[in-house]
């Protein structure tokens, strides 16, 4: 009896050749013999695993980190655009503020022609009208309020029982601030 296998012939015996195979590998399987794959292949895969699981993390905070920059620029830079607007508008103010000073002084000088100082007067109230729309208004320091050194330049030192240590006595010339900031201090005598 001849031991050899032969080729198969017919597809009929193909078939039956495949199907054995199919049911012997089924069987190995449930039976265990089939190999597992090796333990180093596992550990690598672990280690590749939580060397991207790593990266990943690294990657993820380099971006919120670069998120958080951004967004710190956006807000510095709309802020500095807010500041240089409120600069400019207060460098505006403080150049015209000795036409201010002039037409308060021309007032002051008593004239006969009294067209003369409805005119000058006009063209204050006008003046005064100007900058308010402009954001900017005067610095109270009218006789006998408390002197604040944030917002007040005392040029001179009284002695006068009539006011109390600290209090303005007479104002030289107005101070102007532009919402919080103070575009000139009022310059005032202050009593001791």
Known sequence: MNTKKTPPDSQEEKDELTAEKTAETTEASQTGKIEEKPEKHKEKSAETHKK?????????????????????????SQKERECVYSDVRADTALKFLPVYDN???????????????????????????????????????????????????????????NFGEGVIT???????????????????????
């Not at 991207?52 to 951004?70: G, P, V």
């Not at 107005?174 to 310059?187: A, H, M, P, T, Y």
Request: aromatic share 8%.
């Open 103 to 161: 037409l308060e002084r021309a007032l002051k000088i008593e004239t006969i022609d009294e067209a003369y100082s409805k005119g000058v007067d006009m063209i204050l109230t006008q003046f005064k009208e100007i900058i308010s729309n402009l954001g900017v208004c005067e610095i109270d320091a009218v006789t006998g309020t408390k002197f604040d050194p944030a917002i007040h330049n005392a040029v001179i030192h009284v002695e006068d029982e």
């Open 170 to 192: 007479e104002e030289f010339q107005k101070g102007f601030k532009l919402g919080d900031k103070v575009i000139r201090c009022s310059i005032v005598k202050v009593a001791n």
């Open 52 to 76: 991207a699981q790593e990266e990943l993390a690294a990657e993820k905070d380099k971006y919120l980190r670069l998120l958080a920059e951004y967004d710190n620029f956006r807000k510095r």
